[in-house]
Nanobody, 119 residues
């Protein structure tokens, strides 16, 4: 079993930046992929970005060029640097860690952290 603890969400204005962190503990030997997904009110959860232990990344088209995912394998932590935030980035952001296939991660979920972009 993998436990995930997210942090870094908050309220920002359009154009500002935030950095999310997600630390994994527990059965970390089972983690190959880590990533971020988000769910806006009334919408389905969607992929934001994923990264393998080797550093291969995958991004949603809507965040390419603005968001950067990175990973510290020694700390079992994944980060999401979000720049040039837009209103439509408002959502609950969830961390996921586990198996990796075709750019997606299939594993344990964190509790979520709220990101609100508002003027």
């Amino acid at each position: 079993q993998v436990q995930l603890v997210e942090s870094g969400g908050g309220l920002v204005q359009p154009g500002e930046s935030l950095r999310l962190s997600c630390a994994a503990s527990g059965s970390i030997f089972s983690i190959y992929g880590m990533g971020w997904y988000r769910q806006a009110p009334g919408k389905q959860r969607e992929l934001v970005a994923t990264i393998t232990s080797g550093g291969s990344t995958n991004y949603a088209d809507s965040v390419k060029g603005r968001f950067t995912i990175s990973r510290d394998n020694a700390k079992n932590t994944v980060y999401l640097q979000m720049n040039s935030l837009k209103f439509e980035d408002t959502a609950v952001y969830y961390c996921n860690a586990g198996r990796y296939k075709a750019g997606e991660v299939f594993g344990s979920w964190g509790q979520g952290t709220q990101v609100t972009v508002s003027s």
